[in-house]
């Protein structure tokens, strides 16, 4: 399984921008980017995904790197709910497990 | 819908108990997961099931066994328990298909082992 490389934990005020990295020099041509996040005591929830193109949802963009080897995840305004551990996370196409790292935790402050 | 389910939320054993967790889906996914979560850590994959009738052992798969009941259902089984399985338990699920596909996680047990 291809290995992401994040930073342990990030700080942010409320309604500014947090870009939060992540490393996959080892990523294959096939491996989807995701990237979830884990509220304080509860379960992961999904952010955003994509393969080679920029994405853009409700929660989230997601910003890749033209070789593919690092990626970013950009809140565009931060509100204390976004405090949570942020994972990236490769998928390969021919398996079916989703293996977490240790995250970043991020911090936001009023 | 619930989503993915999970019984019970707490539970205290006894190191050499056994006890089954349980987790349910309501979305008709092929494919569930059982992860574990040390404190401060992030989540191991213990064992999945991708379809209904088949189980795979993922990172951390010793002391547990699991059973792929119905296409709803995945139970994870402590045989004996002991305190170093003292941890959070995520159950998951996903749409097989691509690897796209989103996973939905449920709330978690939390299990203490003395």
């Known amino acids: 399984d291809a290995k992401t490389t994040q930073p342990n934990s990030m700080e942010s005020n409320e309604e500014e921008p947090v870009h939060l990295p992540c490393n996959h020099s080892t990523i294959s041509g096939t491996d989807y980017i995701h990237w979830y996040r884990q509220l304080p005591s509860q379960g992961p929830e999904y952010v955003i995904h994509g393969l080679t193109s920029n994405v853009n949802n409700r929660m989230a963009s997601l910003a890749i790197a033209e070789d593919r080897k690092s990626s970013t995840l950009i809140l565009h305004r931060a509100t204390l709910r976004d405090a949570a551990v942020y994972y990236c996370i490769l998928r390969a196409s021919n398996t079916d497990k989703l293996i977490f790292g240790t995250g970043t935790r991020l911090q936001v402050f009023p | 819908n619930a989503g993915v389910t999970q019984t019970p939320k707490f539970q205290v054993l006894k190191t050499g108990q056994s006890m089954t967790l349980q987790c349910a889906q309501d979305?008709?996914?092929?494919?569930m997961y059982w992860y574990r979560q040390d404190p401060g850590m992030g989540l191991r994959l213990i064992y999945y099931?991708?379809?209904?009738?088949?189980?795979d052992k993922g990172e951390v798969p010793n002391g547990y066994n699991v059973s792929r009941l119905n296409k709803r259902e995945f139970s994870l089984r402590l045989e004996s328990a002991a305190p170093s399985q003292t941890s959070v338990y995520f159950c998951?699920?996903?749409?097989?298909?691509?690897?796209?596909?989103?996973?939905?996680f449920g709330p978690g047990t939390r299990l203490l082992v003395l």
């Open positions: 998951a699920s996903r749409e097989a298909g691509t690897a796209a596909a989103t996973q939905y």
């Open positions: 099931s991708a379809s209904e009738g088949t189980t």
């Open positions: 979305m008709n996914h092929n494919s």
